[in-house]
């Protein structure tokens, strides 16, 4: 699976966006771009996927770059609760493939 | 839907012991379900995927024989920490695929093991 680069952390202010970027410089043609976040000491969460198109959803918006080179995760309008660990994965849309966890980016929203 | 349970959520053992922990899926039937560790700080380190009636896939660095992965049934799998040291204390989570679609696993909620 081809690696993935994020910051280490990131602050929002709470009602605000938050634009999470990701490079995946070696993606392959076959490969997904997943964004997964963790909540401090529970499960990961599913966020969203995309190839190469953008895509959105109740969560969240994914933005890929027409190389497919990077990818930015927005959060229209951060809450508190959005407060977490985000992990951008790249991996094959095979149902069952592994992934593989980066170091992700903190987020804090600040009130 | 697509809820995943694990059981116990918190377990304290004594070294040298073995702990079992159960990994659910609740309204769906889970294909491939996998095992994860995560150490303080750090990030989810992939231990093992499991095939529903088929053996387990072990990353490199796993002994498949201190981790005991089960996965009889298209609900359930379990992870057996066997002989637990104070080494083996952890946050252990596993996820779960559907089996169709794209590559979206479902998380448990997690085990926190500590090992005495």
């Known amino acids: 699976d081809a690696k993935t680069t994020q910051p280490t952390s990131m602050d929002c202010a709470e009602g605000r966006a938050a634009n999470l970027p990701c490079n995946h410089s070696t993606i392959s043609g076959n490969e997904y771009v997943y964004w997964y976040r963790q909540i401090h000491s529970q499960g990961p969460q599913y966020i969203i996927h995309?190839?190469?198109n953008n895509e959105t959803n109740e969560m969240a918006s994914l933005i890929i770059t027409e190389d497919r080179k990077s990818s930015t995760l927005i959060l229209p309008h951060a809450t508190l609760r959005d407060t977490a660990v985000y992990y951008c994965i790249v991996s094959k849309e095979t149902s069952g493939s592994r992934l593989t966890f980066g170091e992700g980016t903190q987020l804090t929203v600040n009130p | 839907g697509a809820v995943v349970s694990q059981h116990p959520s918190r377990v304290i053992c004594k070294s040298g012991t073995s702990v079992k922990i159960e990994c659910r899926s609740l309204?769906?039937?889970?294909?491939?379900m996998f095992w994860y560790r995560q150490f303080p700080k750090q990030s989810l380190m992939l231990m093992a995927t499991s095939n529903e009636g088929s053996k387990a896939t072990y990353e490199q660095g796993v002994e498949k024989d201190k981790f005991l992965i089960n996965h009889a049934s298209l609900t359930l799998s379990t992870l057996t920490v066997t002989s637990a040291h104070p080494e083996d204390s952890s946050f252990y989570i596993c996820?779960?695929?559907?089996?169709?679609?794209?590559?979206?696993?479902?998380f448990g909620p997690g085990t926190r093991l500590t090992v005495l």
């Open positions: 995309g190839l190469k």
């Open positions: 996820s779960a695929s559907r089996g169709q679609g794209y590559n979206e696993q479902f």
């Open positions: 309204d769906f039937q889970a294909t491939t």
